[in-house]
Every structure is written in C-alpha cells, then in structure tokens.
C-alpha cells in the first residue's frame, strides 16, 4: 500500500520565477528521486527542467529528448537522467526501451516529462509534479510526494 | 573500393551499398506510423529493425547486383540515436565484418547527414558551414577540414522538426508533419499573422516557445477559423521556423566566410527553408548545396558514403574490427572517435 502522500501547491508569476522556483525545488532532491511531470504542451515543463538541471549542479546543455527518449546529464553536481515519453505510445513499450534499467538508479534523480503517457505504471515511490496554465506567464505547480 | 551501410539511429532500417564514391542501392524499410497518437513507437521499432535487416540487407544487395564477398568495408551509425535500434545495427555490422574479416567503421549520426552532400557534389570545398535540422536535431556546425567540427549553435529546447510534427498534430494534420506543413505553407500566405522567432541574436536556436505560441493561438480562435485559414496558418509558422534557422545561418557564416554553405537533415528538404538559403548565397555568391530529398531523410546511402570518405582519408588500417565498439546514444558531432 503506498505510504500517505505529502502534497505542496506552488504559484509562479513568470518564465524567471518559474526557473527560480525549480531552482530552489531542487535543493530538496536526493539521488535516487524520480520527479514525474504532468502538463499539455507549453505548461513550461522545459523551464522548470532546465531550471532543475541548474539547480542540481548541472550546467551544461538541456534539450528536449522527445525523440531519443532520454538524455543523461553526467558532468556537473548529481548524476541527472532527463526522459521524455511524448513519443511512447502506452506502457507496455517502456521495458523494451530500457526505461526499467534506468529509472531505479540509485545514483541519480530522474526527471520523466510526458509522464501521463505511463500513469498506470509509474514507480511507487515518486515526486509529482502537475502544472496548470493560469495565465499568459502564470503557472500552479502542485508536488506530491508518495513514499 | 565497395562499402556497405547501415543505419539504425531510429526509425528506419536501412542499408546502402556504394562504389567508388557512388551510390549503387538503397533499401529503407520505414516503420509504420501510428497517426493515431502522432508518434513512432519505439517498442515496435526496436524489434522491427531486428526483424527487417537480414530482409533490407538482402534487397540492397540485389538492387546493386552484388553478393556479400564483394564487400571491402561496412560503415555503421554507432551513435547518436535511440540506443536499442543503434544496437541492432551496430551488432549486425559487427557480425558482418567478424565473418567476412572486412573493416568496420563507425560513422557518426550527424557527420553522416552533411556528408550526404558529398553524394551528390563531391567537389564541396572546405571551409563549410553546414545546417542539421531534423526532428532530433538543430545544429550549426563549422568545418574547417574533412573531420573536424566546431559547433557554432544547436537548440535550447525543441528541435526544428520536432516543433514542426508537433505543431502538425496540434493543427489535426498528423505525424510526421514535415511534408504535410511544407506541403500547407507553399499554399499560403507567411504574411497572414506573425508568430515568434525564438533566441533572436544568439547562436542557438529555440522552438519551445513558438510550439507554445501556436498552441495558444489555436486556442484563441475557433476550429472553423482555424480549418479555413490552415495554409496560411501553416506558412506563417514555417516562416518562423526557416526565419529563425536562416538569420543564424546567416549570421555565422558572415562571420566565418566559408567556401560552401550545407543544408542536411530531414527539414533540409523544406521548400521554404531552401528558398530563403538560395536567395541569399545568390546574393553572397556562396555556394549552396543540399541532397536531394530521399538523402535528407535518415537513409544508409549517407552513412556508406561517410565510411567511404573515412577510408579514404584515413585508411583502412584504422578500422580493423574491434569487438569493443559499442554504441554511443549520445554522441555529439564535437566527439569524434577517429
């Protein structure tokens, strides 16, 4: 049975007070942690990622891995595993890709985006995160942490 | 001198066989898309790349009139890409030149897709500047001589054909979106309303933020507004899109006057894209070159032709089969192994 969730309501104002606050969210990660995001296209899940990359010591490049799948971000702070399942269709395709080798790391905090496209399976032990599009530049960031 | 190619990188199996230089066959079998949620997956990718190759391998070889022992040589895409496809190319090639006790060389993924051009114009001149633009990747690169790379600028977030498939699958147009738009936008007006251009003076490019853009203006208006003006609505997104490659393609060649501007890549057969580079080499007399389309898209005739060019640089000796190589999924065209 999954332990009591934890859940945290977050409002930002702009693109910068969004990368800000990723920032300072990321300061609470430890390796081992799985962050789960969830938001339509232009919900700003690529600012607060980059944001997060930044945050946790990384300073190199982050793109978007919509058509590899995943990006590793190795030669900064922590060990950073970037996923992106726009592309994956349902579940059932992510051990075929190596998703399940990856994810459980204990070395690294993983960042998956598209993460409503394997609701059924994510791990159980998690971090997520809903954005919701108040505004031109105003997003609701609202983390639940289970586990 | 007869070089066999493989490429895996992602979704199409494909395998070449060249000549001297030329191109003798190309067997591509292209994964079936499921429109239906606007992706590849790559589940069935992975697998049906295992299941194809001996089949693609066998085509491309009587397409060309030739039987495994006249093969010199085999190049193969070890990297970047998606790691179980890269894979099952790279081990077919490692298997091939094992057996037949040929060289193997392995080919960068990106370096392959400026070296398309040489297919077609084998008398480019160094320096070029070339433009990778396709659904995985949007890179400005530099070259001063045969294997050397600078990058110059890449993308902060989207790649160029990512934006454009997912553009098209919010416009209901399906995916891949690259010739549907291409095909909308030469029909329309890029006057009709104005999207951004992203990272305006830097060397990097952005696309997050025009997805975003057209997502919003989607909303804004209803759908019969929408279906009614789609071709317009397609070239005025185009024209952000080839605005925002072209003034820093622009940009850096002014500063670092090459002999020869590339196109490469999938969005390099983009109609609007190829009118803005021309008309501007016209005007600098530069010398413009891209393949033509069926060299844009990922295909092996690119990946046999840079093995070719490798070898003949370089030698052969230098490719001796190492059971060691192993495939690198995020290999950067800066990363060079030879």
Known sequence: MEKPAEKNIFKTVSEDDTKNFA??????????????????????KTVFTRGLCRGLGFKGYVNSPSYIIMNMYENGGMNIQHF??????????????????????????????????????????RIDVFITVTGENTREFEIIRYG | MIVLGIES???????????????????????TV??????????????????????????ALDKAAVG???????????????????????????????????????????????????????????????????????????????GKYELIGRTRDDAAGECIDKVSKMLGRG???????????????????????????????????LKTAVKYYIEKNDKAFIDQNISDIAASFIDSVTDSLTEKLFSAAELKKPATVLLAGGVSANTSLRKKASAYAAKKSI??????????TDNAAMTAMSAYMMIKKYGTDRFR??????????????????
């Open chain 1, 84 to 125: 992106d399942l726009y592309r994956i269709g349902s579940s059932s395709e992510l051990t075929e890709i190596g998703f399940y080798d990856f994810i459980y790391r204990k070395d690294s905090v993983s960042i998956v985006e598209w993460a409503d496209k394997i609701k059924d399976c994510l791990p159980e032990k």
């Open chain 2, 9 to 31: 990188s992602c979704d199409d199996t494909s395998v070449s066989v060249l000549k001297d230089g030329n191109i003798l066959s190309v067997a591509t079998n292209t994964q």
């Open chain 2, 287 to 296: 010398r413009l070159c891209y393949p033509s389309v069926q060299y844009c």
């Open chain 2, 34 to 59: 499921h429109s239906g949620y606007g992706g590849v997956i790559p589940e069935v990718a992975s697998r049906a790349h295992l299941k194809n190759i001996s089949a693609v391998l066998k085509n």
């Open chain 2, 175 to 209: 995916f891949p979106g690259g010739k549907i738009m291409d095909s909308l936008a030469s029909e329309g007006d890029s006057g009709f309303t104005v999207f951004p251009r992203g990272m305006k003076n830097s060397p990097d490019f952005s696309f997050s933020g």
């Open chain 2, 321 to 338: 089969f190492d059971p060691e190589l192993d495939a690198v999924p995020f290999l950067r065209i800066e990363d060079k192994k030879i």
């Open chain 2, 68 to 146: 495994l022992n006249d093969i010199d040589a085999v190049g193969a895409t070890y990297g970047p890409g998606l790691v179980g496809p890269l894979l099952v190319g790279l081990n077919f090639a490692k298997g091939l030149a094992f057996s037949l006790s040929i060289p193997l060389v392995p080919v960068n993924h990106i370096e392959s897709h400026i070296l398309a051009n040489f297919i077609e114009h084998p008398d480019i001149e160094y320096p070029f500047l070339a433009l990778v633009v396709s659904g995985g990747h949007t890179e400005l690169v530099y070259s001063p001589s045969f």
């Open chain 1, 23 to 44: 920032r300072k969210f990321a300061c609470s990660l430890k390796d081992g942690d799985i962050i789960c995001f969830f938001g339509e296209v232009g919900a700003g």
